[in-house]
C-alpha cells in the first residue's frame, strides 16, 4: 500500500510553532489533506504526543511519535519512535538535560501543551529552541537506536541547523533516513534512504511537502521497515 506521509509538523509546544497548531487542529487538517501517516516533532520535548495519539484513535491516521532535537553541534535531527510512552520519556531526558534558560514567551512565542480538547495543561519555562542539548549527534544516535527508534537528520540541504551547516559534510555514520526541503541535492548522501516532509509551524504548511511510502500496512513496525528499505518517493 502506498502510505502518504508527513514527519515533521511541529504543535503550538514549539516558540516558533503558532498557538493554532493544537493536535486537533493537525489531525483534522492531515485528515482533510488525505495524510495516512503523521509524525509531530516539537523541539526537545514530546508533551503534545498524548494528545495526538487519543486524537488519532477511530481515524485513518497513523501516529508517529516525534522529537526534533538539536544535538551538541546544533545540528536538528529527528527522532522517530513506535510508541507515544518511549517518545515522552525520551523527551522529558532531553528536557532535563536542556540548557537552562527561561522562555520569554512575548519575545520567542508561547510553549504550551494540551489535552485532545485543547484544554491547556501546562507550559513549559526552559526556552526548547534557545541552545543544544549536551549529547553529540553520535550520542543522540545511540541514545534513539537503543530505544528502537529512527534518528533521521532533519533539513540537511538548510543552510542553518543542519548536519552539511554545521559539519559541512556527511559523515558516514548510520542514519536511517535523511530529510531535504528541495531537489536536486547536491550533497553526497550514500545510500541513505531520503525523506522529505512539511516542517511545518503554522496550519497551512502541513503536507505542503510529503513523501510517499510503499509500505505492506500502515502498522509502525511495517512504517519503519519501509524507511529503512528506502521504499520512498518524494513529493517537494
Do not use: W
Amino acid at each position: 500500500m502506498n502510505l502518504k506521509c508527513d514527519l515533521h509538523i511541529h504543535s503550538c509546544l514549539s516558540p516558533c510553532g503558532s498557538l493554532e497548531m493544537s493536535p486537533s487542529e493537525i489531525v483534522r487538517i492531515a485528515l482533510e489533506r488525505g495524510l495516512d501517516v503523521i509524525a509531530v516533532a516539537d523541539h526537545n520535548c514530546a508533551l503534545n504526543l498524548p494528545a495526538l495519539e487519543a486524537l488519532c484513535i477511530g481515524t485513518a491516521l497513523t501516529p508517529l511519535f516525534a522529537i526534533e532535537a538539536t544535538s551538541s553541534e546544533e545540528f536538528h535531527s529527528l527522532c522517530l519512535f513506535r510508541d507515544c510512552t518511549t517518545a515522552v520519556q525520551f523527551g522529558k531526558e532531553l528536557y532535563e538535560a536542556l540548557l537552562s534558560r527561561s522562555n520569554i514567551p512575548e519575545k520567542f512565542g508561547d510553549q504550551v501543551y494540551v489535552d485532545e480538547h485543547d484544554n491547556i495543561l501546562g507550559e513549559l519555562d526552559k526556552y526548547l529552541t534557545g541552545g543544544a542539548l549536551p549529547y553529540s549527534s553520535d550520542q543522540l544516535l545511540k541514545m534513539v537506536k537503543k530505544r528502537d527508534g529512527l534518528f533521521i537528520p532533519a533539513h540537511i540541504d538548510r543552510a542553518a541547523f543542519s548536519l552539511s551547516s554545521q559539519l559541512g559534510f556527511i559523515p558516514p555514520d548510520p542514519y536511517d533516513a535523511m530529510e531535504v526541503t528541495k531537489q536536486p541535492l547536491d550533497l553526497k548522501t550514500g545510500k541513505i534512504p531520503l525523506i522529505c516532509s512539511s516542517d511545518a509551524h503554522y496550519p497551512e504548511d502541513i503536507a505542503r511537502r510529503f513523501f510517499t511510502l510503499e509500505s505492506v500496512s500502515n502498522k509502525p513496525d511495517d512504517i519503519f521497515k519501509a524507511i529503512k528499505e528506502g521504499k520512498i518517493t518524494l513529493s517537494l
